[in-house]
């Protein structure tokens, strides 16, 4: 009976051992936390595996969340927008809100429409020559976006044009943000949109998480 107890207890403590222990290298030693969780537990909130909703898409590719896309948007603008206010001497914001300003005159309606043509020209410029260079904007970096091809490949240089162009939507007054920007948010929460707006849609693109993508990919990223 001794015995029997005995070998009852051993068994006891090898199970308890093999249900606790963690993973281990080759080498003996435990694996860290993540790499020993479930690829859908380290993955969680990231983003939205894009093999689910496009099949052209790469393995492990995942689609950047609606609001790191809105969040580096507005981030891109108010930072451009500072710049410009400041450069033109603090009179950007002035006459960009002015509208008062069109019945005063052709000397203030000149100033009033020459700087809407500086304020959308210069966020066509900034959103076409970063995509072309960085691949992406300096906000989109930050939040760890990259927009590419449905296959997880990047953008030739032409595309950044026309989807800069498209981008100037957005900041049109008061239609910019609560039909066009609302529209497109949640097309980019929605599965049946393939979580793409209007804006990709027309360009064939997908806003990624950048260290999702395929290798060849990344090394190019900046």
Same mark, same amino acid.
């Given at each position: 009976?001794?015995?029997?107890?005995?070998?009852?207890?051993?068994?006891?403590?090898?199970?308890?051992?093999?249900?606790?222990?963690?993973?281990?290298?080759?080498?003996?030693?435990?694996?860290?936390?993540?790499?020993?969780?479930?690829?859908?537990? =380290? +993955?969680?909130?990231?983003?939205? &595996?894009?093999?689910?909703?496009?099949?052209?898409?790469?393995? @492990?590719? $995942? /689609?950047?969340?609606?609001?790191?896309?809105?969040?580096?948007?507005?981030?891109?603008?108010?930072?451009?927008?500072?710049?410009?206010?400041?450069?033109?001497?603090?009179?950007?914001?002035?006459?960009?809100?002015?509208?008062?300003?069109?019945?005063?005159?052709?000397?203030?309606?000149?100033?009033?429409?020459?700087?809407?043509?500086?304020?959308?020209?210069?966020?066509?410029?900034?959103?076409?020559?970063?995509?072309?260079?960085?691949?992406?904007?300096?906000?989109?970096?930050?939040?760890?976006?990259?927009? =590419? +091809?449905?296959?997880?490949?990047? &953008?030739?240089?032409?595309?950044?044009?026309?989807?800069?162009? @498209?981008? $100037? /939507?957005?900041?049109?007054?008061?239609?910019?943000?609560?039909?066009?920007?609302?529209?497109?948010?949640?097309?980019?929460?929605?599965?049946?949109?393939?979580?793409?707006?209007?804006?990709?849609?027309?360009?064939?693109?997908?806003?990624?998480?950048?260290?999702?993508?395929?290798?060849?990919?990344?090394?190019?990223?900046?």
């Amino acid at each position: 009976m001794v015995g029997l107890g005995r070998r009852t207890e051993l068994v006891c403590l090898a199970r308890y051992s093999r249900v606790n222990s963690k993973p281990t290298l080759d080498k003996g030693h435990p694996l860290p936390f993540n790499m020993a969780d479930s690829p859908v537990s =380290v +993955h969680q909130g990231s983003g939205t &595996l894009a093999q689910a909703v496009l099949s052209s898409a790469p393995e @492990g590719m $995942l /689609i950047a969340p609606v609001w790191k896309r809105s969040a580096a948007y507005m981030l891109d603008v108010v930072l451009l927008t500072l710049v410009l206010h400041f450069l033109t001497g603090q009179q950007l914001l002035y006459y960009l809100m002015s509208y008062s300003l069109v019945t005063e005159g052709a000397i203030y309606l000149g100033a009033f429409v020459l700087n809407w043509v500086l304020f959308f020209s210069a966020h066509y410029l900034y959103f076409k020559y970063t995509g072309r260079t960085f691949g992406r904007s300096f906000a989109q970096r930050g939040f760890r976006i990259a927009i =590419v +091809h449905d296959n997880g490949t990047l &953008l030739e240089e032409h595309h950044w044009g026309p989807r800069a162009f @498209g981008k $100037l /939507i957005y900041l049109l007054p008061i239609v910019g943000v609560l039909w066009f920007g609302m529209r497109d948010f949640l097309r980019g929460r929605s599965k049946d949109a393939e979580y793409r707006t209007s804006l990709d849609v027309r360009n064939h693109t997908v806003a990624a998480v950048d260290w999702s993508l395929p290798s060849e990919t990344r090394l190019r990223l900046r």
